[in-house]
């Protein structure tokens, strides 16, 4: 298996525009997660969905935020519109999902280095 | 609602030495305790898990960790340090829910530097 697939995996952006990132989560895999890491926050969960059901966006900051999973292999995580303090890396992981089985880990993509100037 | 702390933002050990990177957890029931590692400009990886059974558990790259739960504590080891081992690691928790897989609490990580 490929892996989690994100791209692009670097996007610079002027302020004010939309950007759009994307993830391909492991074939089988029932729940993806997006997550946002910069140095002063360390990682944060923005959103999770289950059987491409959207369980808990509380981690969205802002409604500029959105999030979705049209089918079981694609997430796109769109920013709009975008300002400087949006630049971070953005993490997809996906996970298997076995009813009570709360051992299963995630696994992450390479991540998306995201810059708005 | 369950957390995760690493005391230590840095640790510095040489190279042929022991390591430890410290975590404690809190967590209503049994808790799932996972290490992750991040290079750089890489996404996390996996390390290893406690889930139930032994409290010393093995992972990938030679590391284990100790579940303590007495101390709430997971906290990584190794029995001799290499170069290839600076990174940033992740200590995460998550707690017993019957609904389901719920997300995991990642603490700040640790970076760890290993000099030759």
């Known amino acids: 298996d490929a892996g989690v697939i994100q791209s692009p995996r670097h996007e610079v952006t002027e302020m004010g525009q939309e950007v759009t990132l994307r993830c391909k989560p492991i074939?089988?895999?029932?729940?993806l997660f997006w997550y946002r890491q910069t140095m002063m926050r360390g990682l944060e969960l923005l959103i999770y969905f289950n059987n491409n059901v959207p369980i808990d966006d509380s981690g969205m900051p802002e409604d500029r935020f959105s999030a979705k999973m049209p089918n079981a292999s694609f997430s796109t995580l769109k920013i709009q519109p975008s300002e400087p303090r949006d630049s971070a890396v953005y993490f997809c992981?996906?996970?298997?999902?076995?009813?009570?089985?709360?051992?299963?880990?995630?696994?992450f993509g390479p991540g998306t280095r995201l810059t708005v100037l | 609602a369950q957390s995760v702390a690493q005391p230590e933002d840095q640790v510095n050990v040489a190279e042929g030495n022991p390591l430890t990177v410290k975590c404690t957890y809190s967590?209503?029931?049994?808790?799932?305790l996972f290490w992750y590692v991040q290079y750089p400009n890489r996404g996390l990886q996996f390390l290893l898990k406690y889930i139930t059974g032994d409290n010393l558990v093995k992972g990938s790259y030679g590391f284990e960790a100790e579940f303590n739960k007495s101390q709430t504590s997971f906290h990584l080891k190794k029995p001799s340090a290499l170069v290839s081992d600076s990174a940033l690691y992740f200590c995460?928790?998550?707690?017993?829910?019957?609904?389901?897989?719920?997300?995991?609490?990642f603490g700040k990580g640790t970076r760890l530097s290993v000099i030759a």
């Open positions: 967590v209503s029931g049994n808790p799932y």
């Open positions: 074939s089988g895999h029932d729940y």
């Open positions: 995460a928790v998550r707690g017993f829910r019957n609904s389901g897989n719920t997300p995991l609490v």
């Open positions: 992981a996906s996970s298997p999902g076995l009813a009570y089985h709360q051992g299963n880990e995630q696994f």
